[in-house]
């Protein structure tokens, strides 16, 4: 876990949020014929996940979203995730799920699992 733009060591904290990168003799050597991206990848010598995680104190990992799905909204990053789960929490959803209704073609209405 390592800070992308400094490639520092992040805090075993688990608030502290940093970029997934390994390195050794069993990563890639690059991507065929594209010399850019792999200059990317392997910026600093590390190879960049793209995954954003926090380290707990205990050493595990919990992958938080991937950098590429990162939301910056007024100077603020937003993670994917959370709007996913904020959404998912949020107790207007239950509205927003479809119901039974009739299939235009043949008029058969769905079975929910719970009807079986």
Known sequence: MRDPATLAEVPADGETMGEIMFRGNIVMKGYLKNPAATAKAFDGGWFHTGDL?????D???KIKDRSKDIIISGGEN???LEVEDALYRHPARARLRGGRAARPRSG???RSPSSS
């Open 78 to 80: 937003i993670s994917s």
């Open 53 to 57: 995680a926090v380290m707990e104190p």
């Open 108 to 110: 058969a209405r769905r």
């Open 59 to 61: 050493r595990y990992v």
